[in-house]
């Protein structure tokens, strides 16, 4: 199928001879601060409708001792617990589950021990991409060299932990991705570092940069220069209601959400409240909402807007509400729910994958039943393409736009491309623009790639060639070699950005190195001028 951490500072660990009682008394020793029982019932009513959501949320949240952990290793979401903060830590337990462990999650922890012998420990397992960011690894100017090789520079321009210095800047000149290093707001930003380096610095990123001495005076006087989608996700901007009414037609608060709209979702430092978040319960970017750790969560609010909470991203944010879990409620849950056994929409996956589609669809099709987006989203696939099912491209759109309302990227993607090709609906570019949008918005490459070729031809939305760029280069960013080329194209011919025979060069190769041979053709004829 095409689809595209809070601490209690104790856990509960199993005591020889220990009865059940015993047990008990120390759950209550440990939640003695926590006197709300009504949101505690609140929150594990909501766990037990949410079967996925629990087992999710406490394999990355919750403090699981040893013993816990090994008892239901076969049951644990894995990728969850390679992210869980308040595991004990140690480079004997890292070790003992080398091979289950999700090591993209891993190479992005701020809770491992780390260390220059944990890293050269596992060196092969490392995501060096991931690495290069992650601020909580013990940078110095000797880890940088070590690794020069390995480290993907356009994170580590990002990297805000790194000894920054004009002469460390100044050593790997040639090697630091600009564009990145114009976002990080742990340089030495002075007037000297802006001019030394005038000729590099990219102005457009100076939107994300949290840095800069923002106030409302500077906000107004460079209005027509600042990136608004990217504005609108800065924490460091003077964020108050007042200021969010004052440039409305800057966020783009249209009937489309476009590009201003899931960075406000997503954006921490807004005053947020509950009103605020039911005055426009209506417009939110709900996956971004709830992926929003600044919401001034309880249970009771969980349950309030529980028909609008994308429970998948929900899983991942370390809600306050799993301190009030007590251990025997969290096993409890577990065994009442015959989790062992309930398949899964991984599972689904797993048959698909393996072309056993039959089992596929006997898995995946109750999910979908129950509304689960991703599960939706794998059917619709499968009718799309004919899969173990009689081929409807009907019901395939049916099941796309259920998940793509849920807000399921892929499935927004796919709405995207029926409507571009008219397959299961009449053609309309517009709604084909506003589902690639919605997914683009995202970060979805496919979809960012797309929405730039609507506004490159003008299908759908006005023909802008500076917004055709602007995607472009997003799903440039991300590997995407048709985007690679297409960006290439529009700095080749002048479109959209000034004309530029070296970055022409640059996209091109990157696009040719995946093979792309219209990529292959150009750089060979740009080459040849």
Not at 117 to 122: A, G, H, K, N, P
Not at 184 to 207: C, G
Not at 339 to 351: I, K, N, Q
Not at 399 to 422: D, T, W
């Amino acid at each position: 199928m095409d689809d595209t951490a809070a601490d209690t500072g104790r856990s509960l660990a199993l005591g020889k001879g220990q009865t059940l009682v015993q047990v008990m008394e120390q759950a209550r020793t440990i939640t003695a601060g926590l006197k709300d029982d009504n949101e505690r019932a609140c929150f594990k009513a909501v766990l037990g409708r949410h079967p996925q959501f629990l087992v999710k949320g406490l394999s990355a949240h919750y403090p699981i001792d040893a013993d816990v952990l090994e008892h239901f290793a076969d049951e644990w979401d894995w990728p969850g617990l390679s992210a869980n903060l308040a595991l004990q830590w140690s480079l004997e337990l890292v070790d003992r589950y080398e091979n289950e462990w999700d090591w993209e999650q891993l190479s992005r922890s701020s809770a491992l021990p780390w260390s220059a012998e944990l890293i050269d420990r596992f060196e092969g397992n490392w995501n060096w991409k991931i690495l290069s960011r992650n601020p909580f690894l013990p940078w110095n100017l000797g880890l940088i060299e070590r690794y020069a090789d390995r480290w993907e520079w356009r994170s580590l321009s990002r990297n805000n932990a790194l000894p920054w210095t004009l002469d460390l800047i100044e050593r790997y000149a040639d090697r630091w991705d600009w564009p990145s290093l114009s976002q990080n707001n742990a340089l030495p930003w002075t007037q000297d570092v802006f001019q030394r380096y005038a000729q590099r610095w990219d102005w457009w990123s100076f939107s994300q940069n949290n840095a800069l001495p923002w106030t409302l005076d500077l906000i107004e006087r460079y209005a027509d220069r600042w990136d608004w989608p990217s504005l609108s996700q800065n924490n460091a901007l003077p964020w108050t209601r007042d200021l969010i009414e004052r440039y409305l037609d800057r966020w783009d608060w249209s009937q489309q959400k476009s590009l201003g709209w899931p960075g406000l979702s997503g954006n921490r430092a807004l005053p947020w409240s509950l009103e605020l978040i039911e005055c426009f319960q209506d417009q939110w970017d709900w996956e971004s909402l709830s992926r929003n750790a600044a919401l001034p969560w309880s249970a009771s609010i969980l349950a309030h807007f529980e028909a609008h909470w994308d429970f998948a991203v929900l899983a991942k944010n370390p809600l306050p509400m799993w301190r009030l879990l007590r251990r025997e409620d969290a096993i409890e849950l577990m065994d009442e729910l015959s989790l062992r056994t309930m398949p899964t929409y991984e599972d689904s996956r797993e048959a698909y994958e393996h072309g056993d589609y039959q089992r596929a669809i006997a898995v995946v099709s109750p999910l979908a039943e129950r509304g689960d987006a991703n599960a939706q989203n794998g059917l619709g696939v499968m009718y799309y393409r004919g899969q173990g099912v009689s081929q409807s491209y009907k019901e395939a759109i049916q099941l796309f736009r259920k998940a793509a309302e849920q807000g399921n990227i892929k499935a927004q993607c796919s709405l995207g491309l029926a409507y571009s090709g008219g397959k299961g609906v009449a053609p309309d570019d517009g709604k084909a623009a506003y589902w690639y949008r919605r997914a683009a918005e995202k970060g979805d490459a496919d979809a960012q790639n797309n929405i730039g070729c609507m506004y490159y031809n003008g299908r759908g939305v006005p023909e802008d060639d500076c917004q055709a760029v602007q995607w472009f280069r997003l799903a440039a960013e991300q590997g995407k070699a048709a985007a690679q080329f297409n960006l290439g194209l529009m700095y080749d011919q002048g479109l959209g950005v000034a004309q530029d025979d070296d970055q022409a060069v640059r996209w091109y190769r990157k696009a040719a190195e995946q093979d792309h041979v219209a990529a292959q053709e150009r750089l060979n004829a740009i080459l040849q001028r």
